[in-house]
């Protein structure tokens, strides 16, 4: 990747930067919803954001202009990702959406259902969320066992999930059920749109340890679904759900590394809090500091390298794994030193009062670890695919085109 901006790049981060400046009022700088509760009223203050932004053109620069993108570059879209760091504006709340959901429509929705839901998707209109795991399968994804069972035009879903981020705010998400109980657990299954208001659906948000109720668990009660809202092929849905899968790694892991507290953060925080060390510790204290700084960058150019690749005609591998490994172990490695800079007011840190974004940092963390794809998981993908290494499972036990390890 050349770090230069071609001269039409800079004209356009000018344009990016003002217009940021100029709507400042309007957009929200709090932390992303990773350090605050996600409570109505922040998310509504969220939703207005991405709703500013997209009217601006600033979201889904590079998705298809005939359903409310851009139809831009990864260039123009990685300037536009830096200048909304740089003005400290929070994340979209619509993440789930704009990570997983949408690129799966647009790459296996009818027509309609891409005309009907993306532009509303990419302005917040309506919050998405990803009806996957459920209590016996996680990484084992293949192993789901909520049923739909067809019924003429319709289908007839029973069953539960959980872990299911923003669902307590969702209109819409994207639900993977067993429609072919006969066939190979990766065969027979099928992925749906759903409606979250439909008769049957009940969802309770699950409190972390965090103190956050950002995910919930779902049942699914009789809920019918129209077979127009079926997305790809009956008995497809594996298929369907790599394409979620490897977007959200993308998501996650892909856009420069930082996932929990900034690293700017970290050295305002450290320029406070290191000159009141005793002086024999800080020497040690600074090492830890570069060296959280240094996997920051290095996390940082392994995003900038795979939108490279993409940017290239690439489509993303295994490289998206080691994207999302890389910023996970970053976002522990500056949360546990902001905690230990805190010294003793750790101990007071989980207050309002304190600094409670290092505790909240430091719970929040290990949830990143598991979401999308656990750390573990993630480096039989990496050994297998990269490395050449035997396989976790041997492959008679598996098909060879849908892997365990494809979660
Ligand atoms: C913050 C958060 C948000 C989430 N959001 C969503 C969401 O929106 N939608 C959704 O569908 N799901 C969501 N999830 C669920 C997430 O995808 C699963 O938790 C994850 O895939 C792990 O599954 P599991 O919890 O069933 O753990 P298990 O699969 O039971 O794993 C338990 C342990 O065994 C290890 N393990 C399992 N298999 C292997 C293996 N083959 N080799 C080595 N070790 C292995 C795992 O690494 C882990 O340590 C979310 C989870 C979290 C924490």
Redesign the pocket.
Known sequence: MDFEDTPEQERFRTEVRTFLAEHETELDHGDGAYLEEPGIDRINSLRKTQAVLFDAGLIGLTWPREYGGGDGTNAQQAVVNEELHRARVAGPVGH?GLGMCGPTILAHGSEDQKQRYIRRLLRADDIW?????EPG????LAALRTKAVREGDRWRIQGQ?V???LAQHSRYGILLARTNPEARKHRGLTMFVIDMAAPGVTVRPLRQMNGHES?NEIFLDDVMIDDAERLGDIDDGWRVALTTLMNERMAVGGGGGEIGIRSDALIAHAAVRLPQLPAERRPLAYEALGRVLVESLAARYTGYRLQTGIEKGASPGPEASAGKLTAVRVAHATADLGLRLLGEDAVFSRSRDGDWRWATSQASVP??A????????LR?VLGERVLGLPP?KPRSQEPATAK??D?
């Open positions: 789930v969320c990803q009806l996957f795991s399968s996680g990484s084992d999930k872990w299911t981020t995910f949830g990143i598991i979401a999308g794809g656990t750390d573990e998981v039989n976790d365990t390890n979660r």
